[in-house]
């Protein structure tokens, strides 16, 4: 069966250390995988894209790779800060055109 | 501008009642979406409308009912439904030469009584 699952519901770590959120899958061959931030009660917000052909991403202290050898994106925020405390979701494209599926979110707590 | 607005921010109704979610964006994009979202868990796909016609229905009951009546609005209306479905209703939106980064709206909170 069709499966994501994101490393830990929930992540502690200390400000100013790098964190790093996994998303794996079986079952999927997506085209695209996305990682979003949601803030509780608000809708989620996209971060970044990465394709099925690229092996890295980055994007100011955001870093994505991705190994479809392995099934696997990992999410890095290097120097973290309080403020990116937060749920983090990644979202697969699944077989075609405009359906993605997302994985259960790992919540991101950067203690002060 | 890059906001997808939903309206009403919060609805309350009664199973017997008839509601519509509204949805809106100008961001020239193609594609919009419906997702519903329950406490502590990731959104889930409902609807997907493409170049205003619906592309994809993720299985959802009759007792919603999407329409996309130009490229910029999107509406789900909501008719005979059960408390089960009190979740978070989320819109977004995409273009699909961008690789389909979604934009989401804030979210409809609706409880069904």
């Known amino acids: 069966s069709q499966k994501i699952e994101q490393n830990s519901e929930a992540l502690n770590i200390q400000e100013g250390k790098t964190a790093t959120l996994t998303c794996n899958y079986t079952n999927y061959s997506p085209a695209y995988l996305q990682w979003y931030r949601q803030d509780p009660g608000r809708g989620p917000v996209f971060l970044l894209l990465i394709r099925e052909n690229e092996k890295e991403k980055r994007k100011e202290r955001l870093k994505v790779t991705f190994d479809t050898t392995l099934k696997q994106s990992l999410f890095h925020i290097t120097a973290s800060q309080p403020a990116d405390s937060a749920t983090y979701l990644c979202a697969l494209r699944r077989d075609y055109g405009q359906n993605f599926v997302f994985g259960p979110g790992t919540r991101l707590s950067v203690l002060p | 501008d890059t906001e997808v607005t939903q309206t009403p921010k919060h609805l309350v109704m009664g199973m017997t009642n008839k509601k519509s979610l509204k949805c809106e964006q100008h961001m020239g994009h193609r594609a919009m979406y419906w997702y519903k979202q329950k406490a502590k868990k990731p959104p889930e796909l409902m609807f997907v409308?493409?170049?205003?016609?619906?592309?994809i229905n993720e299985s959802v009951p009759s007792r919603f009912s999407p329409e996309c009546p130009n490229s910029s609005l999107l509406n789900l209306h909501l008719h005979a439904l059960q408390p089960e479905d009190s979740a978070l209703y989320l819109c977004?939106?995409?273009?699909?030469?961008?690789?389909?980064?979604?934009?989401f709206g804030p979210g409809t909170r609706l409880t069904v009584t």
């Open positions: 409308y493409s170049y205003e016609k619906l592309s």
């Open positions: 977004a939106s995409s273009q699909p030469s961008q690789g389909y980064e979604q934009y």
